[in-house]
């Protein structure tokens, strides 16, 4: 399950106006956040900072927990009692054909709440309404993913289904795509494999039976479709082909005549 959240129709960023997204966050642009080893101002005036990885690291943590505080209104973290785990993040591109993504690059922070924080997060959210307009959950069956056997094409049908029906932002569906790839690896560590294939075989062959029905049910309509109710019965319209058949031969042998068909050549 995760957060899911609607941006709102009007903001500062165009391009993610009414856009669906389960990533709260922004940008690392307050100097407040930055933790270096020394800085100096260059002769165009701008900042530069050395830091090591960990500088990089506290800076990233530092900047994240101030836009959870601005855009949910309370330290949900705090409140909740949980740490953004840097071993769990994953940085990440955008789309590089948008101008945007060009010049940006993600890093996330997925944060694993148990169902009562889930439920106390909702509840305790005070969100920023010229950001966010409402803010609720979305569900996704991961197993099901590894039940359907074909990972990437069932998990890539999902992505631009989000895309697609819900709206959301191209970040957000990559971050989803990455967490999404964690738990199946998990998964795929403890399955059992034989039952996977069961449920694999029970489900073609539910398939296929659905098949066989609605091809059947496809016949039946086309033979009603040809075969008016006012119409003698098959067996009664062959029966009469029958005796015609047979009415035919008989004349054919009393009269000793031998009867070529039309098109057929006879030998010389």
């Excluded at 165009?44 to 855009?71: G, P």
């Excluded at 489900?203 to 309509?221: G, M, N, P, T, V």
Aim: charged share 25%; hydrophobic share 45%; aromatic share 6%.
């Amino acid at each position: 399950m995760f957060a899911q959240y609607k941006r709102a129709a009007q903001g500062s960023e165009d391009r993610l106006l009414s856009k669906t997204s389960i990533g709260f966050g922004g940008h690392i642009d307050q100097l407040t956040d930055i933790t270096s080893t020394s800085a100096h101002t260059a002769e165009d005036t701008t900042e530069h900072f050395v830091m090591t990885k960990q500088d990089l690291v506290a800076t990233c943590v530092t900047a994240a927990k101030r836009e959870l505080l601005e855009e949910l209104g309370v330290d949900v973290l705090g409140t909740l009692g949980v740490e953004l785990d840097f071993n769990e993040s994953a940085f990440f591109m955008g789309d590089t054909r948008d101008p945007v993504n060009q010049v940006h690059i993600g890093l996330s922070f997925p944060v694993k709440l148990t169902e009562a924080q889930f439920v106390n997060l909702l509840a305790i959210v005070q969100i920023n309404q010229a950001e966010i307009e409402v803010i609720d959950k979305m569900s996704a069956n991961i197993r099901h993913i590894v039940e359907e056997m074909d990972v990437s094409s069932t998990n890539g049908k999902i992505m631009h289904q989000l895309v697609q029906q819900h709206g959301m932002e191209d970040w957000s569906v990559r971050v989803f795509d990455f967490i999404v790839r964690k738990e199946i690896f998990v998964i795929l560590k403890d399955i059992n494999y034989d039952d996977l294939y069961r449920v694999a075989i029970a489900k073609q062959q539910a398939r296929d039976a659905e098949e066989a029905q609605r091809l059947s049910s496809d016949i039946d309509a086309i033979h009603q479709a040809l075969v008016p109710d006012d119409i003698d019965a098959p067996d009664v319209v062959e029966a009469e082909a029958a005796e015609e058949s047979a009415s035919l031969v008989d004349v054919e042998i009393n009269s000793n005549e031998v009867v070529v068909p039309a098109e057929t050549e006879v030998a010389q």
